[in-house]
């Protein structure tokens, strides 16, 4: 059975830094590329990052600007996000997710709570 | 980045009368391969979102055949043949043919 558990979620101070991780089980994740998505609360989803299987190729959003660095560790299962220079427009749920297709994702974590606030 | 829009956002349903959500994109989604990357996810509340359709039209295994998904070129359709209790919740299009994807603003589908 494919699972994804996010974990690293909490508060943080505006300007702070967080690293979310993203445990893959049940599938041979190296084979897979990953994706982190985010709902602020009460809003809609939105794309923030995505990585090759092997991690050679990244992508992110342009509200990004730098402040993130999405990578995994294939020998550990793990998916991570580094955010840095956190703003209260970050909080929200972040979701990882698998690449299934192309073009799609099939498979989500129950997601990570950031908060943002002084 | 590609816009998604879909309507209505708010979507009364009696139970049993089928319902129909629109999605239009701001560019094609036809990608190099041909394929045209549109998905369908349905979030209940409380859950993280679930895809019900793929590449269009292509049902999800597990999901219910009262929901279809049709469209080419820019616009495309979620369809529920017959509302049930359990369909309740908020229904997403997104496109995954230009980086970054993106989400339609979701529809909110509730019971009368």
């Known amino acids: 059975e494919v699972q994804l558990v996010e974990s690293g979620g909490g508060l943080v101070q505006p300007g702070g830094s967080l690293r979310l991780s993203c445990a893959a089980s049940g599938f041979t994740f190296s084979s897979y590329p990953m994706h982190w998505v985010r709902q602020a609360p009460g809003k809609g989803l939105e794309y923030v990052s995505a990585?090759?299987?092997?991690?050679?190729?990244?992508y992110y959003a342009n509200f990004v600007k730098g402040r993130f660095t999405i990578s995994r560790d294939n020998s550990k299962d793990t998916l991570y996000l580094q955010m840095g220079s956190l703003t209260d427009e970050d909080m929200a749920v972040y979701y990882c997710t698998r690449e299934y297709g192309p073009g799609s994702n099939d498979y989500w974590g129950q997601g990570t709570l950031v908060t943002v606030s002084s | 980045d590609v816009v998604m829009t879909q309507s209505p956002l708010s979507l009364p349903v009696t139970l049993g009368q089928p319902a129909s959500i629109s999605c239009r994109s701001s560019?094609?989604?036809?990608?190099?391969?041909?394929?045209?990357?549109l998905n369908w996810f349905q979030q209940r509340p409380g859950q993280s979102p679930r895809r019900l359709i793929y590449k269009v039209s292509n049902r999800d295994s597990g999901v219910p055949n009262r929901f279809s998904g049709s469209g080419a070129g820019t616009d495309f359709t979620l369809k529920i043949s017959r509302v049930e209790a359990e369909d309740v919740g908020v229904y997403y299009c997104?496109?995954?043919?230009?980086?970054?994807?993106?989400f339609g603003q979701g529809t909110k589908v509730e019971i009368k």
């Open positions: 990585i090759s299987g092997d991690g050679s190729t990244t």
């Open positions: 997104m496109q995954g043919t230009l980086w970054p994807w993106t």
């Open positions: 560019q094609s989604l036809v990608f190099s391969d041909g394929n045209i990357y």
